[in-house]
């Protein structure tokens, strides 16, 4: 079974500066995609950004990036030049490649941005 | 990308009531899931609703507690049956980004409050 270990419940940066959300998983799959979620305050869910584990090269949007390690399942986020609207709670997610099998959540990280 | 709204966007009710819970989405979709997220935590997948057919429902989650129907392809609803305070949390319908795709879009979420 896939599973989604996302190690710190919380995270803070100070405005500006740079801040890395861990993410581990373990799947015996080979073709998956991995998400990065974001939820604030307001409760909608919004995808940051989306990797696909076939491609060796690490997804940005923005200030958005990710290092994802597919030997050592590893998908942590990078946010830069972090911003006061960046703090939410942070999710990790696994989805099966071509198919509409549910993702597998991870628990969370609420990342706090100090002014 | 599916624009979904949800009615009520949060509620406060009695124990023992019940409370239903719209799903819209703006474009027709086979699959439509529905989340459960209590407070603090990440979120539980309750069922999976195909128009046309029972909705399929994860461990822990019964029919008699979470009824949904599926009338068609762009609406649905989740029912919260003889609730309790433990039934407070945040409801989440998502819906697939597209066919064979697990990337999930989300409504804004309900917030339920079981005095």
């Known amino acids: 079974a896939q599973t989604v270990t996302q190690s710190q419940p919380e995270m803070s940066v100070q405005e500006a500066e740079t801040v890395t959300l861990s993410c581990t998983y373990d799947?015996?799959?080979?073709?998956?995609?991995l998400f990065w979620y974001k939820q604030p305050p307001s409760r909608q869910m919004i995808l940051v950004i989306r990797q696909e584990a076939y491609k060796q090269q690490n997804a940005t949007e923005n200030r958005f990036s990710v290092n994802f390690q597919k030997a050592a399942k590893s998908f942590s986020l990078k946010i830069s030049d972090s911003q006061l609207g960046d703090a939410a709670m942070y999710f990790c997610?696994?989805?099966?490649?071509?198919?509409?099998?549910?993702?597998?959540w991870g628990a969370g990280t609420k990342l706090i941005i100090k002014p | 990308s599916a624009v979904i709204s949800q009615k009520p966007s949060r509620d406060i009710c009695q124990r023992g009531t019940s409370l239903t819970i719209q799903c819209q989405v703006d474009s027709q979709v086979t699959m439509m899931f529905w989340y459960r997220q209590q407070p603090g935590q990440s979120l539980t997948l309750i069922a999976t609703?195909?128009?046309?057919?029972?909705?399929?429902?994860e461990s822990g989650f019964v029919i008699d507690k979470f009824p949904i129907s599926r009338p068609n392809l762009t609406f649905s609803t989740l029912t919260v049956s003889n609730m309790s305070p433990e039934d407070s949390s945040i409801y989440l319908c998502s819906v697939p980004r597209g066919y064979r795709e697990c990337e999930q879009f989300f409504g804004p979420g309900t917030r339920l409050t079981v005095l």
């Open positions: 997610a696994w989805g099966l490649m071509d198919s509409n099998y549910q993702l597998i």
């Open positions: 799947t015996s799959e080979s073709d998956y995609y």
């Open positions: 609703a195909n128009q046309g057919s029972e909705a399929t429902y």
